[in-house]
């Protein structure tokens, strides 16, 4: 299995991008974590994920998450301004990506599911069980553009499958960031990031 070749995104505000240049994407109760953090994400959700114990007694709001996929609901939500969420437009979202193969090789302690993380349907695994992810996850929903299917009405749910990560993501493991336009690219290499490690993708946004 190529490990390099499954990737993993965590998207967030193009002003968080300075801090992770210099600690990595950090856990909030990191030493190092981020005081002016600039959050895009659903509050209500971000609470229930607070609350939410998982079956080794963790909270799932002790974990950093990143998706297996690009175009999710949530990224949706956050671009439109629905369920009560602040809008915020493309060009102020970017993707930090990482792949298996850096966890893995750097002993990485993570856990990840098979589908949206407060779904009673969804399953969890750990690290150990890394081998079959292939068969656990469902790559055709995570990397699906669309997520309404009448046929298949649990797409959706495994379209948002997850990785959680427990501690830091130190910044060298964040392999690259994908940007909606040129304007943003140019933000992150004013900010000192390599322009080998940027690619500007619209059909990755709403």
């Not at 690219?185 to 619209?202: A, S």
Request: net charge negative; aromatic share 14%.
């Amino acid at each position: 299995m190529e490990w390099k070749k499954i990737y993993l995104y965590r998207m967030t505000h193009i002003e968080n991008i300075d801090h992770i240049l210099k600690f990595g994407i950090t856990h909030k109760n990191s030493q190092n974590n981020n005081p002016v953090y600039y959050s895009i994400g659903d509050s209500s959700l971000i609470s229930t994920r607070n609350s939410f114990t998982l079956e080794n007694g963790l909270k799932l709001g002790d974990y950093i998450p990143f998706y297996f996929g690009l175009r999710t609901p949530m990224l949706y939500v956050i671009q439109k301004g629905y369920n009560g969420v602040s809008l915020t437009s493309p060009e102020e979202i970017v993707y930090c990506v990482t792949n298996l193969h850096r966890l893995i090789s750097s002993s990485i302690d993570f856990i990840y599911c098979d589908g949206h993380a407060t779904d009673g349907f969804t399953n969890f695994y750990s690290a150990k069980d890394i081998s079959k992810v292939e068969e656990q996850i469902d790559f055709e929903a995570t990397n699906a553009r669309y997520w309404n299917n009448e046929n298949d009405l649990d797409f959706k749910r495994r379209k948002e499958a997850e990785l959680l990560i427990a501690n830091d993501l130190p910044p060298e493991h964040v392999i690259g960031f994908i940007t909606y336009k040129e304007s943003a690219k140019t933000k992150l290499l004013e900010k000192g990031v390599d322009e080998n490690m940027v690619v500007v993708k619209p059909n990755y946004y709403f």
